[in-house]
């Protein structure tokens, strides 16, 4: 698990926390994310749910339990930011993550969640997805989805409950890691920053 002892650990003596402005002003900065963010954490893997909000731990010293996720309050990079911006491959939405006195890891959890779990799809972002993916996506909000073919030729459920952004993960709900990938992010947004990681979810943990 991350060293409580190490330099992420919680506390007063870091530096100022550092706002978009400074970002853009500091040329050349790089953050370094925390490594339970980037999964490079060897004694603590993150079970987040992005779904249900639930989050705790794995470690390969404790295999038949899991391990409270302690390290929640610790900042997500050094040196502090205000602001992450997050975004992934899987969805449309662009998830912004502040926090003034520098955002925590559990900062990053919560709006993920919260921004997955609280915001519904709208009917002009659902119409640019091809139809077979829109039936996935509304047969998985319905909870009728199921495996194989079935899945493709079964009558559409008639009543369709609201769609959240969660619902269009549809398998995908799990925290993999977080990460740099400034080209996507280029092309995704038409600029890059520091502070703006590319989320990656699994299907299982």
Not at 68 to 79: G, M, Q, R, S, Y
Not at 118 to 132: F, G, H, I, Q, S
Not at 143 to 159: D, I, L
Not at 178 to 194: E, I, M, N, T, W
Request: net charge negative.
């Amino acid at each position: 698990m991350t060293d409580s002892v190490g330099k992420w650990a919680v506390g007063n003596s870091y530096g100022p926390v550092l706002t978009q402005t400074d970002l853009y002003m500091l040329d050349g900065v790089d953050l370094e994310l925390h490594p339970i963010l980037s999964a490079t954490d060897g004694g603590f893997q993150l079970i987040f749910n992005i779904v249900t909000g639930s989050t705790t731990g794995y470690s390969a010293d404790a295999r038949d339990r899991d391990i409270p996720f302690t390290a929640k309050d610790e900042p997500a990079t050094l040196p502090r930011v205000d602001q992450l911006i997050i975004v992934t491959d899987l969805s449309p939405w662009c998830t912004i993550v502040k926090n003034p006195q520098g955002v925590t890891l559990s900062d990053v959890c919560t709006t993920l969640w919260r921004d997955y779990t609280d915001n519904a799809v709208t009917d002009k972002e659902l119409e640019v997805l091809p139809p077979r993916v829109q039936d996935q996506i509304k047969r998985f909000a319905s909870g009728t989805a199921s495996s194989g073919w079935s899945a493709y030729y079964s009558p559409a459920p008639t009543a369709v409950p609201r769609l959240k952004r969660a619902d269009w993960l549809r398998e995908r709900q799990y925290f993999e890691k977080l990460h740099k990938r400034d080209s996507y992010v280029k092309q995704r947004l038409g600029y890059s920053a520091p502070n703006i990681f590319v989320l990656s979810l699994s299907q299982y943990y």
